[in-house]
Antibody, heavy 124, light 110 residues
Framework: EVQLVESGGGLVQPGGSLKLSCAAS????????IHWVRQAPGKGLEWVAR??????????TCAASVKGRFTISRDDSRNTGYLQMNSLKTDDTAVYYC???????????????WGRGTLVTVSS | QSALSQPASVSGSPGQSITISCSGT?????????VSWYQQHPGKVPKLMIY???KRPSGVSNRFSGSKSDNTASLTISGLQAEDEADYYC??????????FGGGTNLTVL
C-alpha cells in the first residue's frame, strides 16, 4: 500500500524539542521531495518545510515561522523523513502532516500523498 | 510570507456551480504556475484536487477545474453535490524554496 506514516508527536513543554518521523512505503521514496505541513486546532494549513531528492542535493527550506528552530532531513536507505523541532513554542501546537511531492523538478509544489498526521502539543 | 487570501465561506445548491478565489501577489500566484488545491472533510486528511493551476490528478472528478488570472487563482466546482461540502485550500510556490497556503474556504451545499 502506498502510504506515509508519521510518528513522534506528543506533549512537550515550551522550549523543548521533539523529532517527528515519516515512514514511507509502497513507492520509491528516494524519487520524491518531502514536505511537512501543519494544521493548528481549528485552523488552516501551513507549509512548514521541504527537502528535495538526492538529484537536487537534498536542498532544504523552511517557513520563516520555524526558521532556525526546525530542521528537515531524510534517510533514503530507511525510506524515512524527519522533522527536528527545537525551541518549541505554544504556537507550534498542531497536527503535523508529512506529504509527498513528485519532485520531478526538485520540488513540484503539490502534495499528492499525505500521512494521517501526528499531533504535537506544546504546553506547560 | 503572508497567507493567500480566500473567502471564508461559499455556498451553493446541488447542481449549481461555485468558484473559490485565491488571491496572492506577483511574487507567488502571479509569478509561478504552481498553484494547487486541496479538499479537506472534517477530521480527514487533505486531498489533492488540482495541481499546476489546472491539472487534475487521476481519480478526481472532472467537475473540478482550476484557472489563474494575474495574481488570482480560482477553483470551480460544477454540478455541486452534497459530498463536495468541505474545506478547500489553495497553495502556491512563493519563490526561494518556500510555499504558502490560503486561509481556507468552507463550502456549504445548501
Amino acid at each position: 500500500e502506498v502510504q506515509l506514516v508519521e510518528s513522534g508527536g506528543g506533549l512537550v513543554q515550551p522550549g523543548g524539542s521533539l523529532k517527528l518521523s515519516c515512514a514511507a512505503s509502497g513507492f520509491t521514496f528516494s524519487d520524491s521531495a518531502i514536505h511537512w505541513v501543519r494544521q493548528a486546532p481549528g485552523k488552516g494549513l501551513e507549509w512548514v518545510a521541504r527537502i528535495t531528492r538526492k538529484t537536487y542535493n537534498y536542498a532544504t527550506t523552511c517557513a520563516a515561522s520555524v526558521k532556525g528552530r526546525f530542521t528537515i532531513s531524510r534517510d533514503d536507505s530507511r525510506n524515512t523523513g524527519y522533522l527536528q523541532m527545537n525551541s518549541l513554542k505554544t504556537d507550534d501546537t498542531a497536527v503535523y502532516y508529512c506529504t509527498r511531492d513528485p519532485g520531478t523538478a526538485g520540488a513540484d509544489w503539490y502534495f499528492d500523498l499525505w500521512g494521517r498526521g501526528t499531533l504535537v502539543t506544546v504546553s506547560s | 510570507q503572508s497567507a493567500l487570501s480566500q473567502p471564508a465561506s461559499v455556498s451553493g445548491s446541488p447542481g449549481q456551480s461555485i468558484t473559490i478565489s485565491c488571491s496572492g501577489t506577483s511574487s507567488d500566484v502571479g509569478r509561478y504556475n504552481l498553484v494547487s488545491w486541496y479538499q479537506q472533510h472534517p477530521g480527514k486528511v487533505p486531498k489533492l484536487m488540482i495541481y499546476e493551476v489546472s491539472k487534475r490528478p487521476s481519480g478526481v472528478s472532472n467537475r473540478f477545474s482550476g484557472s489563474k488570472s494575474d495574481n488570482t487563482a480560482s477553483l470551480t466546482i460544477s454540478g455541486l453535490q452534497a459530498e463536495d461540502e468541505a474545506d478547500y485550500y489553495c497553495c502556491s510556490y512563493a519563490g526561494s524554496g518556500t510555499g504558502v497556503f490560503g486561509g481556507g474556504t468552507n463550502l456549504t451545499v445548501l
